[in-house]
C-alpha cells in the first residue's frame, strides 16, 4: 500500500510542479491579462485531463494486480485444501486398516486365551 501512496504522491508533486511552471511562465510573458488568462485556463484543463488519464492508468493496475493477487491467493489455499484433503485421506486409510489388524490380533489373543 505504501508503494501506491509514494507513486500517487510522486505524481501528484509532478503535476503540481508542472502547473506552477506553466503559470509563472505565462505570467512572466509579455502578453496581455486576457490572453494569459486564457492560456491559464487552457492549460489548467490539460493539465487536469492529464491528471484523469494518469489516476485511471493507475487505478486500472492497481486493479489488475489485486486481481492477480486474489487469483492466486484462491489458486494456492484451493491446492493447499486438496493436499491436506488427500493426506488426511491417506492417513484415515492407514489407521483404519492398522486398527483392523489390531482388531484381528486381539480377537486372535482372546480366542487363544479360551482354549
Do not use: C, W
Not at 510573458?29 to 486576457?34: F, I, L, M, V
Not at 487469483?71 to 492417513?91: I, L, P, Q, R, W
Amino acid at each position: 500500500m505504501s508503494r501506491k501512496n509514494n507513486t500517487a504522491g510522486i505524481l501528484a508533486g509532478l503535476l503540481a510542479g508542472a502547473a506552477a511552471g506553466v503559470i509563472l511562465g505565462m505570467l512572466y510573458a509579455p502578453e496581455e491579462g486576457k490572453e494569459t488568462r486564457k492560456k491559464i485556463k487552457t492549460k489548467a484543463n490539460d493539465l487536469k485531463d492529464q491528471a484523469k488519464n494518469k489516476y485511471g492508468e493507475v487505478s486500472e493496475k492497481v486493479k489488475d494486480q489485486y486481481d492477480n493477487i486474489s487469483s492466486t491467493f484462491k489458486e494456492t489455499a484451493s491446492n493447499v485444501a486438496h493436499t491436506m484433503k488427500d493426506g488426511y485421506d491417506k492417513y484415515k486409510d492407514q489407521i483404519v486398516s492398522k486398527t483392523a489388524d489390531v482388531v484381528k490380533n486381539v480377537e486372535s489373543e482372546l480366542n487363544d486365551l479360551k482354549k
